[in-house]
């Protein structure tokens, strides 16, 4: 089959002009400039097949919101090519535009000032989709993210989680064939977290719309991905399945602690012995570090029970707090 | 091509109504921003019935011919502060903070999208006392308006807000290099407030300067000056219909260059 997305040697290089220091700094760089050109994205090339969804992943700063705005027209790559559904976008905006979606996370798309309802009247006659398509859109986004809660509110006055539902269903109105989510779970709570992945999950089953998408948060990756990409410093660092993160990294939990003691030796002696104590636990399947009072405990959730590590630190050490984090991205990047 | 036109203009006219809408809820922002406005153009006004109570004439002007001057200077710089407003943020902080991202993100142009993005009520106010001042100046100055000079005149004002909003495009346009570019918009801008006075009054290089340069003159003083009977059809028309229309294009043409090096740098 043909692909959906085309990466061939993607590369964008920016120049920067340092600014000297001072008065004189500023006139001398009047006349000469020093350049610094430093390389967002740097040989990107990879493939995406109709109907995939790609977890396109990577530290802040790796190049991914560049590599994002070169897929969708934004920014011209300095060398290498795109291709979107056999169109370069930057060569053919609004074209592309027509065929793509695109959600940023951090800010709306939508505009401030409209009420919901009218926002998607005014897409309609934007993205120019028919009357009986646009009816039986709405009834399905009406489903999927309970729009008609805050059809009459503005958009100034969405909560985050119900801006980045009406974003979402925006972005789906004139059914894209691609669509381009950056940070689509930025800042929301679990149970809206959910509905929005159950609401990605069916868009792209029921048209199989191809889906990239960025994210700090591995359950969107292991709930949503058929496939992830790791850049790394604008390079590409892993193309694949997700089973071997899943395998290396998924499973990882992360406990931590937040413990009252006099003596560090003694709290010392006492996580030593948890080793012992405690099934499974290798070196390997759990490492523990101890600073400033909190104790952070890894592990891998396969081998061994949360709640025997929950209740030996317990029963042994004074807990004041504790709490129980997933691997973020940024250490799975570290590690590979 | 008509049918992009239509388009465009169903989608404009979406937004007004909601914005007319808005403006209706908050009435009452409404109407001190109208009386706010008024007191100012009464401030203006009084300061030339002040002045003509010393002397008789201004080299050759009376007090209602400046008045029409005045009254019509309001009417274009008014119609372009509703439409155009969100230029101002464009010279402003929109580029900096990646706001214009998404007016590359939908498949319509991204001036409309700047344009559609905000109405601005406060220029209703100012049309409404320019229009009102026109037709008060016209009658005790004896100024005789048949519906052929009436048409002329609404031909006028339309091209003189296309100088307007040319002026503001070619100035907001430079933010797409500089990535700020508010403070060279509103010193520009400023220089409008010439345009509410003959132009005699001025010295030379201020004439050619706001007539070919900066040309708000074409904005009130050289279209007015016509209904004045100072100057031929050919002069005042002629020359607002020509350069409003060069400014226009040279608006657009750097606009859009803009764009491509927004393509290129980012923001």
């Known amino acids: 089959m043909e692909n959906m997305i085309e990466v061939k040697g993607l590369t964008k290089t920016f120049k920067s002009y340092k600014k000297g220091k001072g008065l004189s700094g500023t006139i001398k760089t009047l006349f000469k400039r020093e350049v610094t050109e430093i390389e967002a994205v740097k040989d990107i090339s990879f493939n995406i097949r109709p109907g995939e969804i790609i977890g396109y992943i990577g530290a802040n700063g790796a190049g991914k919101s560049t590599t994002i705005k070169m897929m969708t027209g934004i920014l011209n790559p300095t060398s290498g090519f795109v291709k979107v559904d056999g169109r370069v976008p930057y060569e053919k905006r609004q074209e592309n535009a027509k065929h793509i979606g695109v959600v940023f996370g951090q800010k709306t798309q939508l505009w401030w000032d409209l009420p919901v ?220 | 091509m008509t049918k992009t036109f239509k388009r465009y203009l169903k989608l404009y006219g979406m937004f007004l109504s909601q914005y007319l809408k808005a403006v209706m809820h908050s009435r009452t922002d409404f109407l001190i921003g109208f009386l706010a406005f008024f007191l100012i153009q009464f401030g203006g006004i009084a300061f030339i019935a002040l002045v003509f109570r010393q002397i008789p004439d201004l080299m050759g002007w009376s007090f209602y011919d400046l008045l029409f001057i005045y009254g019509f200077a309001n009417i274009p710089r008014g119609i372009d502060h509703m439409f155009t407003d969100y230029l101002w943020l464009l010279a402003g902080n929109v580029i900096v903070q990646g706001e214009f991202d998404r007016y590359l993100l939908r498949p319509i142009h991204p001036l409309f999208q700047i344009i559609a993005q905000r109405f601005q009520p406060d220029g209703i106010g100012e049309m409404i006392i320019g229009i009102l001042l026109v037709v008060y100046a016209a009658s005790k100055g004896g100024i005789e308006f048949t519906a052929g000079k009436i048409i002329l005149l609404i031909v006028m004002v339309i091209f003189s807000t296309i100088i307007y909003t040319s002026i503001k495009l070619i100035l907001a346009s430079i933010a797409f290099w500089t990535k700020r570019s508010q403070s060279i918009l509103f010193m520009f801008y400023s220089m409008s407030e010439f345009s509410k006075y003959p132009l005699a009054i001025y010295h030379k290089f201020i004439r050619t300067f706001i007539t070919y340069i900066v040309p708000f003159a074409l904005t009130a003083y050289i279209p007015a000056s016509y209904f004045l009977g100072e100057s031929s059809l050919m002069e005042s028309l002629g020359l607002t219909v020509s350069i409003s229309l060069i400014a226009l294009a040279l608006g657009l043409f750097i606009f859009s260059r803009g764009i491509k090096q927004y393509e290129s740098v980012g923001n």
């Open chain 1, 117 to 336: 309802g009218e926002t998607f009247a005014i897409l309609k006659e934007v993205y120019q989709v028919p009357d009986a398509f646009y009816a039986e859109q709405m009834k399905y986004f009406d489903e999927i993210f309970e729009l008609s809660e805050f059809m009459g509110q503005t958009v100034r006055t969405l909560s985050l989680g119900q801006r980045m539902r009406a974003d979402l269903a925006a972005s789906m109105l004139h059914n894209p064939k691609v669509l381009f989510l950056d940070e689509p779970t930025i800042g929301l709570d679990v149970m809206v977290k959910e509905r929005i992945r159950k609401a990605i999950k069916d868009m792209n089953k029921r048209y199989g719309t191809t889906i990239l998408l960025t994210t700090h948060d591995m359950s969107d990756i292991e709930e949503l991905c058929h496939r992830i990409i790791i850049i790394d410093k604008g390079q590409l660092l892993y193309d694949g399945g997700i089973d071997t993160i899943r395998r290396d990294f998924g499973y990882e939990r992360k406990i931590v602690f937040d413990l009252r003691y006099d003596d560090a030796e003694v709290v010392g002696a006492i996580l030593q012995q948890m080793r012992d104590e405690i099934q499974g636990c290798t070196p390997e399947n759990m490492t523990y570090t101890l600073s400033e009072s909190q104790l952070s405990v890894i592990f891998n959730r396969n081998e061994i029970n949360i709640s025997s590590i929950m209740n030996y630190v317990l029963q042994h050490l004074n807990v004041i707090d504790f709490s129980v984090k997933d691997m973020d991205i940024e250490a799975i990047v570290k590690r590979f």
